[in-house]
């Protein structure tokens, strides 16, 4: 069963750090929990980017 489809769109090598917060994310149940019940594209950023800046 599929809970997120994720695209991307980013010049040059920008998608890398994306795709390793999301990969972080959705290995904590907590935040995959907060991902899948997100109702809007604006919160799933928010918790991408949140990644970000956590490191």
């Known amino acids: 069963m599929v809970k997120c489809v ?20 959705v290995q904590d149940e907590t935040s995959l929990e907060m991902l899948v019940s997100s109702g809007t594209d604006v919160q799933v950023r928010d918790l991408i980017l949140m990644r970000t800046s956590d490191n």
């Open 6 to 25: 994720l695209g991307i769109a980013s010049q040059g090598d920008g998608h890398v750090e994306i795709l390793g917060n999301f990969a972080e994310l």
